[in-house]
């Protein structure tokens, strides 16, 4: 697949405390509505409660349903209304299973319709927070947009490399990566967002958010890097930003043919 030109708006809220959930919803949505002409809109990790709110996650969880879930039908009509596609960043899910949690991105289509989702596979916390409340998510998801193929991850995701090579497998071209990110590993977040881009020789679009949420201040630093691992726009800024970029698809194809290092995988 190769699609011309992608216009990518990368939406970098405010997650704050004293903010309701009801109200950062509302706000969201009205943002999103905005970038109508954008080809695809990302949203961050756990937006909607915190990525590090973590006493919270049970009390908010809901489900990924439109029909369902509050954010999933706030995003839907978003969506539609702005007649994008959506990377809704991700929720809280109530599972299938008694008290099982995911960390799931939900990602919709202009007509609203919930396109894909994906479930964290690697949970943060060393046994404890997310990795204590969470359960993992274990299939690699990737998304038939119509321009490009779409591959997701999730912040910690963006960790292991494994995860994105198994995208590359099924076909991205562009790697989607919301994230809850903290300031204090804000040049991790950079090198690997990079990393990822010239290995697999894709776009990222790295989404991270703003703001401080149960005490953990965040990175922002939200960027778009090429295959050639250019940084073709990246804020500074740790204020909610709107950050956009065109990427030229057929870069993808051109990196991969003039220097044909994937052809070489041994592993
Ligand atoms: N929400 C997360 O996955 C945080 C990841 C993180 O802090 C790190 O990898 O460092």
Not at 120 to 138: C, N, P, V
């Amino acid at each position: 697949m190769d699609g011309g030109t992608v216009r990518a708006s990368i939406l970098q809220i405010q997650v704050d405390p004293d903010e309701s959930v009801e109200s950062r919803r509302e706000r969201v949505a009205s943002l999103v509505r905005a970038q109508a002409g954008a080809d695809v809109v990302v949203l961050p990790e756990l937006w909607p409660v915190g990525a590090f709110a973590h006493d919270r996650f049970a009390a908010e969880a809901e489900e990924a349903d439109p029909a369902k879930g509050p954010t999933a039908l706030a995003m839907s009509a978003a969506a539609r209304d702005a007649g994008v596609w959506l990377h809704a960043g991700s929720v809280v899910e109530k599972g299938e299973e008694a008290g099982a949690l995911y960390n799931t991105s939900l990602v919709f289509s202009p007509s609203g319709e919930l396109a894909a989702t994906y479930r964290k596979i690697h949970r943060f916390g060393f046994d404890q927070g997310e990795a204590a409340l969470m359960t993992a998510g274990t299939t690699p998801v990737t998304v038939a947009h119509p321009q490009a193929t779409l591959g997701l991850a999730t912040c910690y995701d963006l960790r292991f490399p494994e995860l994105f090579r198994a995208l590359v497998d099924a076909g991205a071209q562009v790697l989607v990566v919301p994230a809850g990110w903290p300031a204090k590993r804000a040049d991790h977040w950079s090198l690997f967002a990079r990393t990822r881009a010239v290995e697999n020789q894709c776009f990222v679009v790295a989404c991270g958010t703003a703001g401080t949420h149960a005490g953990v201040a965040q990175a922002g630093r939200s960027a778009v890097i090429d295959p050639w691992g250019e940084v073709l726009a990246e804020t500074d800024s740790t204020e909610e930003t709107v950050l956009t970029a065109d990427l030229d698809l057929t870069q993808v194809e051109k990196v991969r043919e003039s220097f044909p290092v994937l052809k070489d995988r041994v592993l």
